[in-house]
């Protein structure tokens, strides 16, 4: 997979900047697949104007490849127009479930991890990469609960994932942090199930943490210290990622978001940078 | 509510949706609930304890209902302004009860809440015009953006008169009351008047990604009414048009035709109809 560099996300707060300036600056952004979903707007206008200067990425919050019954075929439908209008540069989604019985619950909501469920999302995961003709990448969500049916960690299921269907990981890295502060989650547990190579891209984004030591996923405020280690400990692993910065909620100007993406970067370089050989000893 | 265990996904996701998307608390629910419907909880969701299975739930139960208001607020902020935080936020879990979201799409939710309101036996039926009105808006927004036709692009034309047609998303809707006037105020963060009566017609339409609404004028009622309902995708010839502007044999109708499509290009309420296009 192309590595992108080191985006950000398209928020609305910046359309009115964009559409006045446009992305210099910017190395790619990534756009909520959902957003895109209506006819025309501002979100459609920002869009044309970006769409030639810099690369775009898509990313869905609605597939639900782990509902019951599956993404439908009209929001799969929906999906194909946009990409065709876009041309992203690859396409994800979560690995999660939202709706059941034609309810809309709009939130990433676990699914139990187990060889049933797995089954049943591979299956899913087959037919949005048939119908969408390109591989997909699935986040690992926060979850604020673990079902008591789980019988292998999110790691696991979506290592197996991978393994069976050949689609890849967007790593979340704050996501990880998160699970691991509610939960009580080992980051570098997943980070070791993900096999080399199944990450196409990560996620960086703040959270917010509360007195009674819990914390809740709001993409607020820059990048915590403790998703840059573990972000370290991911660039390790899997090498090189496209990485991309998350700040939904008290939206600064873009430069800030941009300052994140940059930090990104400098580690990105710091880590992986090729070795200098040592002189030899006099 | 069922007490049994799911035993597969479809009813893990339905026992899921039963406990959070409800209106009321969690605590409150459980409290209310046969003792063996909470112990159900924490036979589904792992936590050291029945309180701390119910409030993982309830973490979810916040979170849902938190986005939906929020969606609601952001498209009828004049509806939230005059019901106030308490009464916007009641009205929103009455309404998502009757109305749970039924696509992908967040934008989406509001669209049942004019109709609501409108049904709504005790409510006054003036809040059900201001959000016809906030929807129309949205619903505008959210349309494909056309180009507007201009006198500019007239002029270039020449002879050969293009056919036309209503930019997408224009909406005329019919209102009782001036709450053109209450949303006004919202929007300008003034003290919001009671609505009151004022029969008539709001036109609603999107010009270089602003929503605009005006009310209609006499002579616009006719002319926009078979435009709207000749929307189809060839659009109705100019000269057609025209005629409709000024119907009368009145001397001055040719300058009166002028000044008033003059004013709708400038408002860009026109576009040119391209095949395969619909409003």
């Known amino acids: 997979m192309t590595h992108l560099g080191h985006g950000v996300g398209l928020r609305p707060s910046h359309y009115a900047w964009l559409l006045e300036h446009g992305a210099a600056g910017v190395e790619w952004f990534e756009v909520i697949s959902e957003n895109c979903f209506g006819a025309g707007g501002r979100p459609w206008a920002v869009l044309e104007r970006i769409r030639d200067e810099v690369p775009l990425v898509l990313h869905g919050v609605g597939m639900g490849v782990g509902d019951a019954r599956g993404p439908s075929d009209a929001y799969l439908a929906r999906l194909r127009e946009v990409i065709a209008a876009l041309s992203p540069a690859w396409v994800s989604d979560h690995l999660c479930w939202g709706s059941v019985d034609g309810t809309w619950t709009h939130e990433l909501l676990p699914i139990p991890y187990h060889e049933r469920t797995l089954a049943h999302v591979c299956a899913q995961v087959d037919r949005v990469q048939g119908s969408l003709r390109r591989r997909l990448l699935l986040e690992n969500i926060t979850s604020y609960l673990q079902w008591q049916a789980s019988e292998m960690t999110e790691g696991e299921f979506l290592a197996e994932l991978v393994r069976r269907t050949g689609c890849g990981v967007l790593l979340d890295v704050n996501n990880l942090v998160v699970n691991a502060t509610n939960l009580g989650l080992d980051p570098m547990a997943t980070l070791e199930a993900l096999p080399p190579g199944s990450v196409g891209q990560i996620h960086l984004a703040g959270h917010t943490r509360y007195p009674d030591g819990s914390a809740i996923d709001t993409h607020v405020g ?61 | 509510m069922s007490h049994e265990p799911p035993s597969n996904l479809l009813e893990l996701q339905r026992f899921f949706a039963r406990w959070v998307m409800q209106p009321q608390p969690l605590h409150r629910v ?159 963060d003034q003290t919001i008047p009671m609505a009151a009566a004022r029969p008539g017609a709001l036109l609603v339409w999107k010009r270089a990604l602003v929503v605009w609404h005006r009310r209609l004028e006499p002579w616009e009622r006719e002319p926009l009414a078979w435009l709207r309902s000749a929307a189809s995708s060839d659009g109705v010839e100019l000269g057609e048009l025209c005629v409709r502007l000024a119907p009368d044999d009145d001397p001055e109708s040719v300058a009166r035709v002028w000044t008033r499509l003059q004013q709708w290009l400038a408002e860009g309420l026109l576009t040119v109809a391209a095949p395969g296009a619909s409003v």
Do not use: K
């Not at chain 2, 509001?110 to 709504?120: I, N």
């Not at chain 2, 959000?131 to 036709?149: G, I, Q, S, T, Y």
């Open chain 1, 222 to 282: 820059p990048v915590p210290d403790a998703v840059w280690a573990v972000y370290r400990a991911a660039l390790r692993r899997f090498g090189a990622v496209p990485t991309l910065v998350e700040w939904d909620d008290e939206v600064p100007p873009i430069d800030v978001v941009l300052a994140q993406a940059a930090r990104a970067r400098a580690i990105e370089a710091e880590l992986l940078a090729p070795s200098t050989p040592e002189s030899p000893a006099p």
């Open chain 2, 30 to 188: 459980a409290q209310e609930q046969p003792r063996h419907l909470c112990e159900s909880v924490s036979a589904v969701v792992r936590a050291p304890d029945e309180d701390t299975a119910l409030a993982r739930l309830s973490i979810y139960h916040r979170m849902i209902f938190a986005r939906l208001h929020a969606s609601l607020a952001e498209d009828f902020p004049a509806l939230a302004a005059v019901l106030g935080e308490q009464g916007f936020r009641a009205l929103a879990a009455e309404f998502l009860v009757a109305h749970p979201s039924g696509g992908p799409n967040l934008r989406d939710v509001g669209r049942p809440l004019p109709g609501f309101l409108a049904r709504l036996p005790r409510q006054r039926s003036d809040l059900a015009e201001l959000a016809r009105l906030e929807w129309a808006r949205v619903h505008a927004f959210d349309a494909r953006d056309d180009r507007p036709l201009t006198v500019a692009l007239l002029h270039a034309a020449g002879e050969s008169l293009p056919r036309v047609r209503l930019v997408a998303g224009t909406r005329v809707l019919e209102v009782r009351h001036d709450v053109d006037a209450v949303w006004a105020a919202a929007d300008r």
